[in-house]
């Protein structure tokens, strides 16, 4: 049998996170709770643009917790692909874009 590379998050787990700073968990549960609330986005939305977010920060809690968050409000798995792929291309688009700086150093281009 293999070990997990990522433990799974349990009741245990939220419940000591919190008995160990109440005040910073109770804020943060609150400004999560603000975050996703309907407003000029609506909570799918918010939930897809969070889906699209794990998956560039390569969070495998909140890709698990947004995916099924998102699907709860309603997001098709035509929208949550779609907004894996969106990340997909802003990674690699960064990727790109920063390629300026190794051009630079390279002395590949001249300033102007």
């Given at each position: 049998?293999?070990?997990?590379?990522?433990?799974?998050?349990?009741?245990?787990?939220?419940?000591?996170?919190?008995?160990?700073?109440?005040?910073?968990?109770?804020?943060?549960?609150n400004f999560s709770r603000?975050?996703?609330?309907?407003?000029?986005?609506?909570?799918?939305?918010?939930?897809?643009?969070?889906?699209?977010?794990?998956h560039v920060t390569q969070?495998?809690?909140?890709?698990?917790?947004?995916?099924?968050?998102?699907?709860?409000?309603?997001?098709?798995?035509?929208?949550?692909?779609?907004?894996?792929?969106?990340?997909?291309?802003?990674?690699?688009?960064?990727?790109?874009?920063?390629?300026?700086?190794?051009?630079?150093?390279?002395?590949?281009?001249?300033?102007?």
């Amino acid at each position: 049998m293999t070990e997990a590379l990522y433990q799974p998050a349990t009741p245990e787990i939220a419940a000591r996170r919190e008995q160990l700073a109440p005040g910073i968990h109770e804020a943060f549960e609150n400004f999560s709770r603000a975050v996703f609330t309907d407003g000029a986005l609506p909570e799918k939305t918010k939930q897809l643009i969070a889906v699209a977010v794990a998956h560039v920060t390569q969070c495998p809690y909140c890709i698990d917790g947004h995916t099924r968050l998102a699907r709860r409000k309603g997001a098709s798995p035509e929208e949550i692909m779609e907004a894996i792929w969106v990340a997909a291309e802003m990674r690699a688009g960064g990727a790109y874009a920063h390629s300026t700086l190794a051009l630079h150093a390279m002395g590949e281009v001249s300033l102007r």
